[in-house]
């Protein structure tokens, strides 16, 4: 199986602060990662496929990087509508498809 | 608009099974997959598996294997997700799913079907 490990797991960050997120998977998954973007009660909402590819509607401060077994998710200018839990999933395999444990974007 | 409308919350006891549905509406049913994603309580999302919107074949994660099924009815443009042998740790919220035809990403998801296993 594909493990997928994100860091921090949490972070506190102010409205205007960069973010920057990691995701590390267990081994290569040819670029097909995704993010999420998860609220409270919610299902989790795509951002960003194929490292880095923006999904339709979501606002140009996500941006993602990465190749091999290390992705980044970066947040420019955090927004108050920002705060939220952040998920990456590998889509590379089915063997199985496989979420990070999150990270959860705070208030300062 | 692309719609994925589940079922309602479930209470089971420990050893029953539940049946989950998922109904598309908004977009051409047979062109998308639908996967089932399961999220228990302060966790992250956890696939569970896949069906074929356009062939009905199906793909479970290897620790679901023989105790889910899921099937599809295409005249309905509806999806279910069956969990047999529930124990405490089924209790979380269950999604479906749309993936993007080439790739295994979801686009679109149900609200969520809470299932609380107890005796």
């Known amino acids: 199986d594909i493990q997928m490990t994100q860091s921090p797991s949490s972070v506190s960050a102010s409205v205007g602060d960069r973010v920057t997120i990691t995701c590390r998977a267990s081994?290569?998954?040819?670029?097909?990662l995704a993010w999420y973007q998860q609220k409270p009660g919610k299902a989790p909402n795509l951002l960003i496929y194929v490292t880095s590819t923006l999904q339709s509607g979501v606002p140009s401060r996500f941006s993602g990087s990465g190749s091999g077994t290390n992705f980044t998710l970066t947040i420019s200018s955090l927004q108050p509508e920002d705060f939220a839990t952040y998920y990456c999933q590998q889509a590379n395999t089915f063997l199985p498809l496989a979420f990070g444990g999150g990270t959860r974007v705070e208030i300062k | 608009q692309v719609q994925l409308v589940q079922s309602g919350p479930e209470v089971k006891k420990p050893g029953a099974s539940v049946k989950v549905s998922c109904k598309a509406s908004?977009?051409?049913?047979?062109?998308?997959?639908i996967h089932w994603v399961r999220q228990a309580p302060g966790q992250g999302p956890e696939w569970m598996g896949w069906s074929s919107s356009y062939s009905g074949n199906t793909h479970y994660a290897q620790k679901f294997q023989g105790r889910v099924t899921m099937t599809t009815d295409t005249s309905t443009s509806t999806v279910y997700m069956e969990l047999r042998s529930l124990r405490s740790d089924d209790t979380a919220v269950y999604y479906c799913a749309r993936d993007m035809a080439t790739l295994t990403v979801f686009d679109y998801w149900g609200q969520g079907t809470p299932v609380t296993v107890s005796s």
């Open positions: 908004g977009y051409s049913f047979t062109n998308f997959g």
């Open positions: 081994r290569g998954i040819a670029g097909y």
